[in-house]
């Protein structure tokens, strides 16, 4: 292999690894079989305790690799040093998707975007919506929005295991590079004229879901092919963005 397909192949993994922290969210993450672990990481400092034992076994009896690391190490892994408990644990997301390798692979396709969704709780349940329903990956941008966490994996209640998460450095770009390839972007905007419900959507569909309180930023609108709008009745102004992923997931 050459040293640059080396490179690639070594990012693309650990692109797809996630972290979480906390005892308990990472105890319970290694009862799951189902989930696919890299490493266990724990601090020097921690205390004998009950639940650190077990997560100990756990991880042993998964022939999972243990790292040990002083506190301030373990707290750059974690990224939460005043929540992660001394514990943080490293997850591959087996359905993780690179934008170039899903554009490749995908003759049609449903996507929900996210620009600037914050709230974890939000994401989680989107992602949750997504799996149940008709989309077929969740475009999340890495900076300026929440990210995945024990937060999010609760909310979704695991099920953002089961869907690709293709992650973006740069909402803007990628949905350029989606629209080079045929794909069309439909904002959702409280003013629109046309309904969700009356579009007809073709073989490529993003959807890009808005900040909670400021919706989708101004620049991402300009690449927006056609806005849409869930009807409101009873003079109620707009829905959570979690609510209208649902919908957008199900119709």
Known sequence: MRDSDEYLAKKRFFDSIITIYGRNAVLEALLDDTLSIHKLHLSHSNKKAPIIDDIVKEAMRRDIEIVYHDKKSLSRISKNSKQDQGVALDIILEHFGDMDSFIADSSSYRILALDG????????????????????????????????????????????????????????????KFRTTGARVYT????????????????????????????????????????????????????????TASLLAFM
Do not use: C, H, W
């Open 188 to 243: 959702l905007s409280s003013y629109a004229k046309d309904s969700y419900r009356s579009i007809e959507y073709g073989d490529k569909s993003i959807f890009v879901l808005g900040n909670e309180s400021e919706g989708v930023s101004s620049d991402i609108e300009t690449l927006s092919d056609e806005s849409i709008s869930i009807p409101m009745r009873r003079g109620v102004e707009s829905l959570n963005v979690a609510v």
């Open 117 to 176: 969704i914050t709230n974890p709780q939000n994401l989680g349940m989107i992602i949750r919506s997504a799996t149940a329903g008709d989309i077929d990956a969740i475009l999340l941008p890495t900076k300026g929005a929440a990210q995945i966490s024990p937060l999010v994996i609760k909310a979704s209640v695991g099920t953002l295991f089961r869907i690709p998460i293709i992650k973006s450095d740069n909402l803007y770009d990628s949905l350029v």
